[in-house]
């Protein structure tokens, strides 16, 4: 099958192959390497007028930040990063359900209303029944929906700090983070090596 019938528009191609830019190839006249650090993909470069990260799946694919901007390098968990911004809300519903639902369970209509033994009471007594039999059944719902939400919380927080996706974090302090992602290991062996050749 051809090109053009594969994606609709493009009658010819021509694939071109990109390696990897060393970091050497980076600097600017005059500028001094300080370290380098390879990444799984990518690198991060120290030089004594900026920091270079370099990412392939990123655009663009290197960034340049001047040194008085970056404030730290950091090695950030990313697994779950997603989910874990409606975590505290999901607790705070968790708990009131768990709260409002056991109260529920724990109060019933029939003892807070008193049905007088009169002609033409039953149908009071209908409708006390009809409350408590709805309260117990939101009281319920309530208390398994808190459960199962707070037993969520607990998977995805789990996970968070279970998960081995992590990024080298470039800190720049109100502008945002340039975030290079890759395995924990690599990442602290590179985080060690910038600690040791970057003097505070």
Request: glycine content about 10%.
């Amino acid at each position: 099958m051809s090109n053009g019938l594969a994606e609709p528009g493009v009658l010819d191609r021509i694939d071109l192959s990109s390696s990897a830019p060393d970091p050497d190839d980076r600097l600017l006249p005059g500028e001094t390497p300080v370290a380098a650090v390879a990444l799984s993909p990518g690198w991060i470069a120290v030089t004594d007028r900026s920091v270079l990260s370099y990412h392939p799946d990123r655009d663009p694919a290197v960034v340049r930040t001047p040194r008085p901007n970056v404030t730290s390098v950091a090695l950030r968990r990313t697994g779950a990063r997603t989910l874990l911004r409606y975590v505290p809300g999901a607790l705070v519903y968790a708990l009131a359900a768990l709260a409002v639902g056991a109260l529920l369970l724990a109060v019933s209509p029939g003892e807070l209303v008193a049905v007088p033994d009169a002609p033409g009471a039953g149908g009071l007594e209908s409708i006390v029944r009809t409350l408590g039999w709805a309260s117990r059944l939101l009281g319920t719902v309530l208390v398994f929906s808190g459960i199962l939400i707070g037993l969520g919380v607990a998977v995805v927080v789990g996970y968070w700090l279970s998960a081995r996706e992590v990024a080298l974090v470039v800190e720049r302090g109100a502008a945002d983070p340039i975030e290079c992602p890759t395995d924990r290991q690599t990442g602290r062996h590179a985080l060690e090596t910038l600690r040791e050749a970057i003097p505070e």
